[in-house]
């Protein structure tokens, strides 16, 4: 099952939330047209080495099970890129949304 979910940053601006649900995982992720956060399925050393000539925009939270939690959680690791916008380890993945937007 797929469930889309927009979410409203502080600002004003409305990002893309989605949850697949898979057998024994669920994966998630918030977006915006340039970047994204993601559940811990998400492999950032994958994005930072071998597909850094894509320069893609990520962060990823661990331990969170909902949409919600991601929006609040803090991010647990970053891509290259996405610290050049001001992200950073810590942040909360609203914040970084907001950066990325």
């Not at 894509?54 to 890129?81: D, N, Q």
């Amino acid at each position: 099952m797929i469930r889309m979910v927009p979410f409203v940053l502080e600002s004003g601006e409305t990002v893309l939330g989605v949850e697949v649900k898979l057998p024994k995982t669920t994966l998630l992720s918030l977006s915006t047209d340039r970047g994204y956060i993601m559940c811990g399925a998400l492999d950032v050393s994958l994005l930072n080495e071998r597909l850094r000539d894509r320069e893609i925009i990520a962060g990823r939270a661990v331990g969170v099970r909902t949409l919600e939690e991601l929006f609040e959680a803090p991010l647990e690791s970053i891509t290259h890129k996405a610290e050049l916008l001001g992200v950073t380890v810590g942040m909360k993945g609203s914040e970084a949304l907001r950066l990325m937007v």
